[in-house]
């Protein structure tokens, strides 16, 4: 957007158009509020939510093109050198494209993988976590969900351990359905749940697990 002079509207999850003029709803505050903007120059640039979009249906016609010719690269401005790119290696759905989410909070500790692993591979889901569990260092940072991690909307999201810091929800509570487990029934995940279970956790997921390999 700076090489190209537009304005940028980031993480939309909306686009209304009235006449030639286009409006973006885009989330403000943690999530906690939306606000609708208008970007006033000629070239607009945007990045949107996977999660808040639909698969775009082929239209069987083409859109118009238009290049656009950047400024010239100026190598004495270039203070950041690429070193390479590494793929995270798992078999488990991506964070983005998965329809459960199992995710874990730091109360789970060194036992994070040991709890969780067995409930996301019966379910088949992708495994997330909190900030507080990423820096913790109970999780890989890849598998942080929230407003500096990833932002999801799976069908089914379980949150385990995780107290519900207004930067966790920013990035899940678009889930259509909720699941939270905590042992602290005053937790503001519960707010924003489905449906709640006030209970230790190193109970009851494993009680879980073994209630779902009966079905």
Do not use: W
Request: aromatic residues 6%; charged residues 20%; contains cysteine.
């Amino acid at each position: 957007a700076a090489k190209l002079g537009a304005g940028y509207a980031p993480d939309i999850r909306g686009v209304t158009v009235a006449g030639d003029k286009l409006s973006f709803s885009r989330p403000v505050y943690a999530g906690n509020a939306y606000v609708t903007c208008e970007l006033n120059t000629p070239v607009k640039v945007v990045s949107a939510r996977q999660s808040e979009f639909s698969p775009a249906e082929p239209s069987g016609g083409a859109s118009p093109t238009e290049d656009v010719a950047l400024a010239a690269k100026d190598p004495a401005a270039e203070r950041v050198e690429l070193i390479g790119l590494e793929a995270a290696k798992s078999e488990r759905p991506d964070l983005g494209e998965a329809r459960v989410i199992v995710s874990g909070g730091r109360a789970l500790k060194e036992q994070f993988a040991e709890v969780l692993d067995p409930l996301a591979t019966l379910l088949s889901a992708a495994v997330g976590a909190s900030r507080a569990a990423c820096d913790a260092g109970y999780a890989p940072p890849e598998l942080q969900v929230g407003q500096t991690g990833r932002v999801v909307a799976p069908q089914l999201y379980f949150a385990i351990g995780i107290s519900g810091a207004i930067q966790h929800l920013a990035g899940m509570k678009g889930s259509k359905t909720i699941v939270a487990i905590n042992k602290d029934p005053d937790a503001p995940i519960f707010q924003v749940a489905d449906y709640g279970l006030v209970a230790d956790l190193f109970q009851a997921v494993p009680e879980l697990v073994t209630e779902l390999q009966k079905q």
